[in-house]
Every structure is written in C-alpha cells, then in structure tokens.
C-alpha cells in the first residue's frame, strides 16, 4: 500500500510538472524552420539505457508543409549506418505545440518547443502519458556544438522535469551521417 502510493504521488508530480510547460511565446514556425542538430538528449527508458553510450549528435530538417504541418527528416548513426526517417507533426492550435503518432510507442504524442532563439538553440519536450509515463527533451542546435551556458540551460531542464543527471546525455558528433549531399 505505502509502495503503491509513494508510485502514485511521483506520477502525479511529473504530471504536473509536465503540464506547466508552456511552448515558447510567440513562437514562429517559418523561423524554427531548416536544419537542426540534436546535440542534446534526457531519456531514462531502462530499455534504452544499452544503447546510451552508442548515440551521437543526429541532424534533422524541419520543413513547414502549407497546412501548418511540419515533416521533420532525421538522420541517425546507427551500427548498421546511417539512417533516415520522416516524421510528421500536426499543428495544434497553440503555436510551438505539435502532435504526432510514434510508430514505436503506436500511439500520439505531444511535442513542444519550450525555448528557442531560432538561431542557436531549442529546447523540447516530447510527452506522453499511458500506461507509464513517456518523456523526452533534447537539445537541438543550428550547428553541433553549442556554448556552455545553452548545454547547461538545457541539463537544468531536463533536471527541472525529474530526469537524473545519469539519463541527459551531450553525445559526440557523427561521422558521415548523414552522407554528403543528404539534406546538408
């Protein structure tokens, strides 16, 4: 009984931490535009914990589609090369917050861009609660390394919204990914 309820408590307090994040003010999606580096990244899922050491800065490109949609195009370094996927965003109608369906999780989730100055840095928060909770943050850049006060703003954070320092990681570059002429 005490377990259950110390378990119910904790869920509570990430719900509403969760919920007082509001998406950056005024946010302008043709500025939040183009290419981005995820240079930053708090995730505690016990079962992505094998994988932590092998992640490296990935490189996105944002293209806002004529409804107000976004398709984000990834390229990640994996063991067996470089690999691309597009994901698509619907708009809400908060400006800086999307939604879209995980084909991993088969389920929608809800992305918000918490703080961006479009030309260094953005902050997100990719959330959802089901039968456990799913949260996420990263840090992207307009290029792969940034300066110590952003990196510290985002581990702050991600500390903010119960991550534990172990689970934010600042991973190294990728070589090669994605190949010349793809997206860069």
């Not at 290029?143 to 990196?151: A, D, E, K, M, W």
Request: hydrophobic share 40%; with cysteine; net charge positive.
């Amino acid at each position: 009984m005490r377990t259950t309820m110390v378990a119910v408590v904790m869920v509570m307090c990430a719900m509403m931490a969760h919920a007082d994040v509001k998406p950056q003010r005024d946010f302008n999606l043709q500025r939040f535009a183009g290419r981005w580096y995820r240079v930053g990244l708090a995730y505690d899922s016990p079962n992505f914990v094998p994988y932590r050491d092998k992640v490296k800065v990935s490189m996105g490109v944002i293209t806002v589609l004529p409804s107000g949609n976004v398709n984000l195009t990834m390229w990640d370094a994996t063991p067996v090369g470089c690999l691309s996927k597009v994901y698509q965003y619907e708009k809400t109608n908060v400006a800086g917050q999307f939604t879209y369906f995980s084909t991993r999780h088969n389920m929608v989730k809800d992305i918000t861009v918490v703080d961006t100055n479009y030309t260094d840095y953005a902050l997100v928060l990719k959330h959802k609660v089901f039968n456990r909770e799913y949260t996420q943050v990263a840090l992207y850049g307009r290029s792969q390394s940034l300066r110590n006060n952003v990196i510290q703003k985002f581990k702050a954070f991600a500390l903010s919204q119960g991550f534990s320092k172990e689970s934010i990681l600042t991973p190294p570059p990728a070589e090669n990914c994605p190949p010349s002429g793809s997206g860069r």
